[in-house]
């Protein structure tokens, strides 16, 4: 019944953009935070950004502030992560999250409970 299904990733260019989406079935986005992760190989699995249940707090990392935004579609249960200027070191596998909480945004995998299968997100030239 819950699931979260990515999509939107693919091969691009150093300094182009791509707009992953999550989409979620089985709970409301408004009852949990969501946050979207990424994966290299051979690396931990990072935060990249959350929103809120209330999508009124957004937090990303570091690496990607001012370049990533997060967003949400009430009507389709959908969140977006629209990747722009992306690098190579942004490449790796992105999965989205259910959080524990309606409200705690974190990079922390601990604080979320759900995952997506991850989409292949590659920069290279």
């Known amino acids: 019944q819950l699931q979260l299904v990515e999509s939107g990733g693919g091969l691009v260019q150093p300094g182009g953009s791509l707009r992953l989406s999550c989409a979620v079935s089985g709970f409301t986005l408004d009852s949990r935070a969501i946050g979207w992760f990424r994966q290299a190989p051979g690396k931990e699995r990072e935060g990249v950004s959350c929103i809120s249940g209330s999508g009124l707090s957004t937090t990303y990392a570091d690496s990607v502030k001012g370049r990533f935004t997060i967003s949400r579609d009430n009507a389709k249960n959908t969140v977006h992560l629209q990747m722009n200027s992306l690098k190579p070191e942004d490449t790796g596998v992105y999965y989205c999250?259910?959080?524990?909480?309606?409200?705690?945004?974190?990079?922390?995998?601990?604080?979320?409970?759900?995952w997506g299968q991850g989409t292949q997100v590659t920069v290279s030239s």
């Open positions: 999250a259910k959080g524990r909480l309606r409200h705690y945004c974190s990079g922390d995998v601990s604080n979320f409970d759900s």
